[in-house]
């Protein structure tokens, strides 16, 4: 119980809970009523009371998959999308894996075979952590539920060093004892122990591979015809729902297919931002107003980030930058205006190849000009076969496991080399050693997942590993969603249209510089001119930190808290905060002192052992 008072704010609207096998078998769950506003309440039993289940998220196409089970002679207790896993499982067993559609999370407790089994979706939208002690096994949505379950609360000094220099690994996190079920996994504890399974992947066809027999309008087709299926399954709900909105193709399309397919206008939400060039307020608002929504601007100034800092990061238990405060914020809003469900644009950038480094990949290895180069940087010479950047000792090892190295890579490592000048030595001593990109390869099928891919797609594949699951379904997704009690539905990472889109060729995802090309013609229908012929922004804060969230950041970073935790240099930090308080309210946003702040934040709410 202590555990599900810890995640109130993801499940306000009810707690349940079931205990079974002689007290030593538990599941509880906190509410967020969504479909089926009275009769969905769980944990659910199937019909003899042998398995029972919770569930967090949504899984979609449950109407048609309900009248199949009932047709097969299942008895369903309710209404809820939640309930056919249960009965699902009956006929396939862990199978079940490969029909559910959505995004999900849930654990399940076989009574007969005396098995728990606790799954991740496939791309990792909904999180679940689980813990270990002794024969005991923790499991929940969020790790300040194992805290307040017991788990002594510890940091995993080498998931640090990873965490603060790059990323951490998709199954660790920045705790001792406390992994993740990776997403695409499911595991099963028994007697005999714990097993991670892993049950989908991206699977990139090899570049010997056909792929699908359609040429490029053919494809266009195909991935429009797909997407209003995904956005049409999502519209589902009892409660009303909603759109993020920025000036961005995904959530555009989004928004503009929602509309066509809606019998009323929809409402979209969107922030706003004072520094301009970070401002895309006037291009999501000509969006609404072609799309016919009721648009909803919130306006997010330094002092706002000043009153939701602490409280963004802890929720996310994990280190965040300014974008994550910023769609905390974003979040209690629309919560605040009565909204439970919001679609969002994310997974589209990671499928269809919209980021930059992207099309720094695509130039580089197939068949880029300097034309197109120039097109795409005209500031920065060709990085094109013949003419490539140098492999720096620090990626030597990433080039001889795979043959590149990818650019996010370059960039991310760049962003994190700041950081290991505020180290402590000690710390650096004692997990310096470890290589943070060599870790990274090792937990990577490189021979089934990367060779005989094309470059591109290995760098996509290796982003959706590492950065995608914490970044932009972590601390941009669910965790500052569900914080303020608010589901997010993502459209493009529909199952059927991932199956679809891995498929197609490079050329298809990105033409010349043109990213997420196919994407951008299937849905140019429902955007604006505007938004169609736009380049990839990413939704960003102003990184800066003026007014009040200057003196909250000055305050953290000069507290007693800094000096207890045992990876950072004091007098460096004070130094890179004298240093930069110097340069104005951009200074103290740099990738160092952000991760000081917030690892100061955790260790002084979470009281964490060292």
């Known amino acids: 119980m202590r555990g599900t008072r810890a995640m109130h704010h993801r499940g306000p609207d009810g707690h349940g809970f079931w205990i079974g096998g002689n007290g030593k078998v538990g599941l509880g769950h906190a509410r967020l009523s969504i479909i089926d506003l009275k009769t969905g309440d769980q944990p659910i039993a199937n019909e003899d009371e042998s398995i029972h289940v919770v569930v967090n998220g949504e899984f979609y196409d449950h109407d048609r998959i309900r009248r199949e089970l009932l047709a097969a002679g299942h008895r369903l207790r309710t209404a809820s999308d939640s309930e056919i896993a249960l009965h699902l499982y009956e006929d396939l067993g862990a199978s079940v894996l490969e029909v559910l559609r959505g995004e999900f999370a849930f654990a399940l407790w076989d009574d007969n075979n005396q098995v728990l089994l606790v799954a991740r979706d496939r791309f990792g939208i909904k999180p679940v952590f689980y813990s270990q002690v002794g024969d005991t096994i923790y499991v929940a949505s969020e790790i300040k539920a194992l805290f307040a379950a017991g788990l002594a609360a510890r940091w995993d000094h080498a998931a640090v060093h990873r965490r603060l220099t790059l990323m951490n690994l998709c199954d660790e996190t920045l705790f001792q004892d406390v992994r993740q079920v990776p997403p695409g996994h499911y595991l099963l504890a028994s007697r005999s122990g714990i097993r991670l399974v892993r049950y989908w992947d991206f699977d990139y066809p090899r570049e010997a591979e056909p792929g699908p027999d359609l040429n490029l309008p053919a494809q266009v087709e195909r991935v429009r015809e797909l997407l209003m299926e995904s956005v049409r399954l999502r519209l589902r709900a009892d409660v009303p729902v909603g759109c993020y909105l920025s000036g961005g193709i995904d959530s555009c ?70 974008n994550g405060v910023a769609k905390y914020v974003l979040s209690e809003k629309v919560r605040d205006l009565g909204y439970k469900v919001v679609m969002t644009g994310e997974g589209s950038d990671e499928i269809f190849g919209g980021y930059y480094e992207f099309c720094v990949d695509k130039l580089r290895h197939h068949g880029g000009t300097a034309e197109q180069w120039l097109e795409l940087n005209p500031k920065r010479r060709p990085v094109l076969p013949g003419n490539d950047v140098p492999v720096l000792p620090h990626f030597r090892k990433v080039y001889n496991r ?107 995802k ?101």
């Open 253 to 322: 399309a989004v928004l503009g297919i929602a509309s066509r397919l809606s019998a009323k206008p929809l409402p979209a939400f969107t922030i706003s931002f004072e520094q301009e060039n970070f401002d895309e307020a006037a291009v999501a608002q000509e969006m609404a107003e072609h799309a016919g929504a009721t648009f909803h601007c919130f306006r997010m100034n330094a002092d706002v980030r000043a009153d939701y800092l602490v409280d963004a990061v802890v929720q996310n238990e994990n280190v965040i930058l300014m």
């Open 402 to 508: 795979i043959g590149f190295v990818p650019t996010w890579i370059r960039a991310f490592w760049r962003r994190a080399h700041k950081t290991r000048e505020i180290l402590a030595e000690d710390f650096l001593a004692t997990t310096g050693g470890g290589d943070v990109c060599q870790a990274f390869l090792d937990s990577i099928d490189i021979a089934g997942q990367l060779t005989g891919r094309p470059r591109l797609h290995q760098s996509m594949y290796l982003w959706t590993k590492l950065i995608f699951p914490s970044v932009m379904l972590g601390s941009l997704g669910d965790r500052s969603e569900m914080g303020h009690s608010l589901e997010g539905r993502l459209p493009m990472l529909d199952t059927e249209l991932v199956e679809f889109v891995k498929r197609l060729p490079v050329q298809s």
């Open 510 to 610: 990105i033409h010349g510089t043109s990213e997420k090309h196919v994407l951008r013609e299937a849905v140019r229908p429902f955007v604006t001119k505007r938004v169609y012929e736009r380049r990839k922004h990413a939704f960003r804060a102003p990184p800066g930190v003026p007014g009040r969230t200057r003196d909250v950041v000055q305050d953290i970073l000069r507290s007693d808290a800094l000096r207890t935790l045992p990876f950072f240099d004091v007098g460096a930090v004070r130094q890179s905060l004298d240093a930069t308080a110097e340069q104005g309210a951009d200074g103290l946003a740099t990738p160092d002192l952000q991760a000081a702040v917030c690892m100061t934040i955790l260790q002084e709410r979470y009281c964490v052992g060292l």
